[in-house]
């Protein structure tokens, strides 16, 4: 863990809004020089906090307009190795996410499709097929408001 001073919590939060500002711009909105706001932004990357750099797409403008979450518990555990589930399942591209959780469902995974006449498509015909399926729970995306998260 590396400490973290106001001013590294402020170029965060200034990443997390918009992580395709530089560091002219975030020292002249925090006071900054450039050379010392892309030291620190330098010292954020090198320690791992700053992971990379993401775009963020609209799937809606892109013609995905429904996401859908799916909870998914495996046959059997022993049957099938997670690693083949985890790479099979990434393997298809409506497939955003696929996390390992605890609880009731061994995996959530963020599915996009055109609408859910798409989505019932890919349900059958990748999803269902999936090594060592079990029960399937899905959940429709309303809405969406993204928070940054805590920061230090």
Known sequence: MIALDTIDRQILRALTEDATQGASEIGRALGLSQPATWRRMRRLHEAGVIKGRRLDLDHE????????????KLA??????????????????????????????????RVVARDIADFERVLRRRIMTLPGLGNVEANVLLSEERRPGPIG
């Open 61 to 72: 403008k892109l013609g995905f307009g429904v996401t859908v979450f799916l909870g998914v």
């Open 76 to 109: 059997t555990k022993g049957r099938v190795s997670l690693e083949d589930f985890e790479r099979a399942v990434s393997a298809i591209p409506e497939v955003q996410t696929v996390e390992h959780i605890l609880g009731v469902y061994d995996y959530r995974l």
